[in-house]
């Protein structure tokens, strides 16, 4: 009769044990899946940043073609000087 109490609270020593690292385990899983999430919401922020930081060099590389092609225009023009204007 002791032997049978005493695998009776072994079992369910055991059993407890078994829940426990259970629970663990399933902790650390919602821990890494939350991990990836973030890391994964970040990388999209940082893919928009990206984004918006090329666009921002098109637009500026499209405002120096123009600046460029006025100034190559201002320089083919030519130039009236006072003296010949009198």
């Not at 919602?30 to 893919?47: A, D, F, G, N």
């Not at 500026?60 to 123009?66: G, N, T």
Request: glycine share 0%; hydrophobic share 35%.
């Amino acid at each position: 009769m002791l032997v049978s109490l005493e695998a009776i609270f072994l079992a369910t020593f055991i059993l407890i044990n078994q829940n426990r690292q259970a629970l663990v385990d399933t902790y650390r899983e919602l821990e890494e899946e939350q991990e990836e999430e973030e890391e994964e919401k970040e990388q999209e922020e940082l893919e928009e940043d990206v984004q918006d930081i090329q666009k921002d060099l098109d637009d500026i590389k499209s405002a120096i073609a123009f600046i460029q092609q006025k100034v190559n225009s201002l320089e083919k023009t030519p130039v009236v000087s006072e003296k010949q204007e009198s």
